[in-house]
């Protein structure tokens, strides 16, 4: 399906956000409302390079369930920084008024893979996968067939 | 002789002597009582009366449910439905996701309309024992972005601002998501968001989300324009609204009222 594949940043999202790097920190908190969520996450956690993983709901920008193996990164943040850019492709798609939905979005920073995945086929299920990776461990062909098989399993 | 009542006066006052400490605005003051509920365990209903009746009710400590007059409540039949429910992991996330978005966004409200609240009413068992409990911090830190969100938002839409369809496109062709459309085709004379959400059953907030959105693809205008202050008038669709601005830019605490104040960021053309 030919689809909207790869969003490459490697130039940063401060254009798209506004976010300023030298403002202040974001918490640290995450939103979980579901108490399986570790359970769920789980197969995610077990891709190379694997730095954190969460649920968001793009319609509210709201964090559904997270995992995180280290501290490196601001869930929230990142989680954040999702939604937005899935925001601004429903935009686009919009005004394109292309009939297509939106598979995933890589994003590449210097250290790091940002992966979103819709973790639903229905493109009015606005729930996505963020996945972020550690690019000197992973191997990216690999990482996107583990999500897409995860969210496969997710919904079926 | 000061016209401002004499507890604002005294608040003031102590805001000017005592630098260190933030003046107890109503957020904070809601906020330390959920939490001195928390930190009990305590099981039962606060209720809240005044700009906006409602109750936000307790199980161990957790809140299970909240419900405000101005937001719609949860389906009955999805109060049972959490994370015990069968199905695949996604309709167990959907189904949690139908109990709490309802009572994240009767929160915010509660919150944002200054609502009173009276004496906590201990009770043996909850209402809707079987939803998941959301844990009081892990509320208020998701009540206060979606407060810094709807600030992004106020110089262009609200919840209770007028909107109507856009007769005119500039696009040759345009899409939109079937939520969207629902809404689309529901405007009518006077619509507002939180009255569309009424009509569709969803929550407030994310109505009021869907039809900034609408209006950044021109499909939608606002009729009811929020005035600015110092009288300028409101540029609309001059606005981005950024959930990392949301977060970054936010220190966790819960403000009194959806701040319809004056953005403290630079303004941003959204068209694409």
């Known amino acids: 399906m030919p689809v909207l594949r790869c969003f490459r940043a490697c130039a940063n999202l401060r254009s798209l956000t506004g976010f300023r790097p030298g403002g202040r920190s974001a918490r640290k908190g995450t939103f979980v409302i579901l108490s399986e969520a570790d359970t769920l996450l789980a197969p ?38 999702a939604a937005d850019i899935a925001h601004v492709l429903s935009l686009l798609g919009g005004q394109l008024a292309a009939d297509e939905a939106l598979e995933d979005v890589m994003v590449t920073f210097g250290r790091h893979f940002h992966v979103i995945y819709p973790v639903s086929p229905d493109p009015d299920a606005r729930i996505v996968l963020l996945v972020v990776l550690d690019r000197s461990r992973t191997n990216l062909a690999m990482a996107r067939r583990d999500i897409r098989s995860f969210c496969t399993n997710f919904v079926s | 002789m000061s016209q401002l009542p004499r507890f604002s006066r005294a608040r003031q006052l102590t805001a000017s002597v005592w630098s260190g400490k933030a003046p107890d605005d109503h957020g ?26 409602g109750a936000i009710h307790f199980r161990d400590g957790d809140v299970v449910l909240a419900r405000s007059t101005r937001t719609p409540s949860p389906d009955g ?15 167990r996330l959907t189904a949690a996701l139908a109990v709490a978005e309802p009572t994240i966004d009767a929160t915010v409200e509660l919150l944002s309309s200054e609502a ?23 509320l208020l830190t ?68 869907e039809i900034y959105r ?4 021109r499909l939608l205008s606002a009729t009811s324009p929020r005035p600015r202050p110092g009288g300028q008038e409101p540029r609309f669709g001059l606005v981005t609204m950024s959930y990392v601005r949301a977060v970054v830019a936010g220190n966790g605490s819960v403000t009194a009222g959806p701040a319809y104040s004056e953005p403290a960021y630079s303004e941003v053309a959204t068209d694409v």
């Not at chain 2, 609408?214 to 693809?217: D, E, P, S, W």
């Open chain 1, 44 to 81: 995610v956690t077990e891709i190379d390079g694997f730095v954190l993983a969460g649920l968001v709901d793009v319609s509210t920008g709201m964090v559904l369930a997270s995992r995180q193996v280290a501290d490196e990164m601001s869930l929230p943040a990142v989680a954040a920084g």
């Open chain 2, 28 to 53: 904070s003051l809601v906020a330390a009582r959920l939490r001195k509920l928390a930190e009990t365990g305590s099981t039962g209903t606060l209720p809240f009366s005044g700009a906006g009746d």
């Open chain 2, 77 to 91: 039949t999805n109060g049972t439905g959490g994370a015990g429910a069968a199905g695949t992991p996604f309709t």
């Open chain 2, 116 to 138: 009173r609240f009276a004496k906590f009413r201990s009770a043996k068992a909850a209402v809707s024992a079987a939803s998941p409990g959301i844990g009081v911090e892990d």
């Open chain 2, 142 to 209: 998701e009540v206060a972005r979606r407060q810094r969100i709807l600030q992004q938002l106020a110089p262009v839409v609200t919840a209770d601002t007028v909107v109507a369809r856009n007769p005119h496109l500039n696009a040759p062709d345009i899409g939109v998501l079937a939520p969207q459309w629902a809404l689309l085709i529901r405007i009518r004379d006077g619509s507002t968001p939180r009255a569309l959400a009424w009509e569709l059953n969803r929550s407030v907030f994310g109505t009021t989300l």
């Open chain 2, 214 to 217: 609408l209006l950044a693809l």
